[in-house]
T-cell receptor, first 112, second 114 residues
Framework: EDQVTQSPEALRLQEGESSSLNCSYT??????LFWYRQDPGKGPEFLFT???AGEEKEKERLKATLTKKESFLHITAPKPEDSATYLCAAGDYGGSQGNLIFGKGTKLSVKP | DGGITQSPKYLFRKEGQNVTLSCEQNLNHDAMYWYRQDPGQGLRLIYY???????QKGDIAEGYSVSREKKESFPLTVTSAQKNPTAFYLCASTQGGRYSQPQHFGDGTRLSIL
């Protein structure tokens, strides 16, 4: 069964304390791996797309990486404004084109 | 600015009532989606449409209905058959293509029972 698992469920960091969020995926053929940021009461905001193992994308303090079984979202020297829920989603060749399988998210809290 | 507009932001449903959630996009995207989000759960797909006048059931379609008469619009009706409708509803759209493209989301409608 295709699935996406994110860990940890929640992560508390001090401002400036770097860490990583994990997204493990099991799909018949990866069509794309997506990271989103979701603030309370808002829709998910697109961050990155990764298509092949070894690919990396960066944006400000965030860096996403991809292997054949998982993706990491590295957060370097986080600030309180990075607090949000981060969602990971996988597109699958076995599914309908465009459909994504979402993980449950990691809720990140960054304290000043 | 291009984007997805969902309305209303908050909606209350009475017992036995059908309610309709609006979703409009001006991104010229082909595909549109409806998700339900509950605390502690991932986004669950209700319905999706890849072309006008065509749509498919997602994982939790029971108690919901949709239409796709225009490319820009994909309204969702929560019927009285949906016994647990309280949730945050998200609409998304994406461009077609060989590889999966990112889905872009609206800001959601929160539905509650009166």
């Amino acid at each position: 069964e295709d699935q996406v698992t994110q860990s940890p469920e929640a992560l508390r960091l001090q401002e400036g304390e770097s860490s990583s969020l994990n997204c493990s995926y099991t799909v018949s053929g990866l069509r794309g791996l997506f990271w989103y940021r979701q603030d309370p009461g808002k829709g998910p905001e697109f961050l990155f797309t990764l298509y092949s193992a070894g690919e990396e994308k960066e944006k400000e303090r965030l860096k996403a990486t991809l292997t054949k079984k998982e993706s990491f979202l590295h957060i370097t020297a986080p600030k309180p404004e990075d607090s949000a829920t981060y969602l990971c989603a996988a597109g699958d060749y076995g599914g309908s084109q465009g459909n994504l399988i979402f993980g449950k998210g990691t809720k990140l809290s960054v304290k000043p | 600015d291009g984007g997805i507009t969902q309305s209303p932001k908050y909606l209350f449903r009475k017992e036995g009532q059908n309610v309709t959630l609006s979703c409009e996009q001006n991104l010229n995207h082909d595909a549109m989606y409806w998700y339900r989000q509950d605390p502690g759960q991932g986004l669950r797909l209700i319905y999706y449409s890849q072309i006008v006048n065509d749509f498919q059931k997602g994982d939790i379609a029971e108690g919901y209905s949709v239409s796709r008469e225009k490319k820009e619009s994909f309204p969702l009706t929560v019927t009285s058959a949906q016994k647990n409708p309280t949730a945050f509803y998200l609409c998304a759209s994406t461009q077609g293509g060989r590889y999966s493209q990112p889905q872009h989301f609206g800001d959601g409608t929160r539905l509650s029972i009166l």
